[in-house]
């Protein structure tokens, strides 16, 4: 197959572009803030605080997702030209770093509503996959975080990716952390569970997805394979998600 090609403009109004990858990034938050207001009718929550919540999220996603690219992945050509570090719309964005400043937010709102941290978490994971399923989708306009060569017929010929069919990995991560993600914890945080729980089932769940998908996708040039031949910087960071994923379950259906 061959890469669609999709100009990363969206809109063009003489100096001001809009580029599709900000787009998706407003897409999930805007997919976000709607089923955040169908979680509020089952969880006494007002519209306000989903809105509060979201707008102190967000935040968290751009600024941790942004530092945590820069520090993990750019750090030397972020220190060479420091301006790149505003330029969000040509990419570069770390969920890991992401995950990290969306629990900045979660501290601070608990704080500012005096609710509970693990309450907060357990009513925003369930919407979090809409925002992964659109961000791996800017992702795929971008032409970037392509996979590794492949003979399978959905493979793909990127621009940037030379002239071997590739994996779409973007696609993958779009499906398992987007979609499949979504679907399970929105039927799990469904029922009543014990506070805390459906927390960890996300962390669980993009823990596993994301250490399965890094296996068909290409490591990061400057790191490479860390060890084995085979472990990715992504990997790395997603084991700590899986093991607290797994120790947060158990503690609450323990307690």
């Given at each position: 197959?061959v890469?669609?090609?999709?100009d990363s403009?969206a809109?063009?109004l003489g100096?001001?572009?809009i580029?599709?990858?900000?787009l998706?990034y407003l897409?999930?938050?805007?997919?976000?803030?709607?089923?955040?207001c169908?979680?509020?009718?089952?969880?006494?929550?007002?519209?306000?605080?989903v809105?509060?919540l979201?707008?102190?999220?967000s935040m968290g996603v751009i600024?941790?997702g942004?530092?945590?690219?820069?520090?993990?992945y750019?750090?030397?050509a972020?220190i060479s030209q420091?301006?790149?570090?505003?330029?969000?719309?040509q990419?570069?964005?770390s969920?890991?770093?992401?995950?990290?400043?969306?629990?900045?937010?979660?501290w601070?709102f608990a704080?500012d509503?005096?609710?509970?941290l693990?309450m907060?978490?357990d009513f925003?994971a369930?919407?979090v996959p809409?925002?992964?399923?659109?961000?791996?989708?800017?992702?795929?306009?971008?032409?970037?975080?392509?996979?590794?060569?492949s003979?399978?017929?959905?493979?793909?010929?990127f621009?940037?990716?030379?002239s071997?069919?590739?994996?779409?990995?973007?696609?993958?991560?779009?499906?398992?952390?987007?979609i499949?993600?979504?679907i399970?914890l929105w039927?799990?945080?469904?029922k009543i569970?014990p506070?805390?729980a459906?927390s960890g089932?996300?962390l669980?769940?993009?823990g596993?997805f994301?250490?399965?998908?890094?296996?068909?996708?290409?490591p990061d040039?400057q790191?490479g394979?860390?060890?084995?031949?085979?472990?990715?910087l992504?990997q790395?960071?997603?084991?700590?998600?899986?093991?607290?994923?797994?120790?947060?379950i158990?503690?609450?259906?323990?307690?």
């Open positions: 197959m890469y669609p090609q999709i403009v809109i063009s100096p001001l572009q580029h599709w990858y900000g998706t897409f999930g938050f805007v997919g976000a803030w709607l089923l955040g169908i979680r509020a009718k089952c969880h006494d929550w007002t519209l306000t605080q809105g509060d979201l707008f102190y999220c600024i941790g942004r530092f945590g690219y820069i520090i993990c750019d750090l030397s972020n420091p301006l790149n570090i505003i330029k969000i719309w990419g570069g964005m969920f890991h770093g992401g995950l990290l400043g969306v629990c900045a937010a979660f601070w704080k509503t005096g609710g509970g693990f907060i978490s925003i369930p919407l809409i925002g992964l399923l659109t961000g791996r989708i800017g992702n795929f306009i971008n032409n970037e975080l392509w996979g590794k060569v003979d399978v017929p959905w493979s793909m010929v621009p940037n990716g030379g071997l069919s590739r994996h779409p990995s973007q696609i993958y991560e779009a499906g398992l952390e987007g499949i993600l979504f399970i039927l799990y945080s469904s569970h506070i805390g459906v089932f996300f669980l769940g993009y596993c994301r250490f399965l998908v890094e296996f068909l996708r290409i040039p790191y394979y860390l060890a084995f031949d085979w472990l990715t992504g790395l960071l997603s084991l700590p998600m899986v093991t607290f994923g797994i120790y947060l158990g503690r609450t259906y323990h307690r």
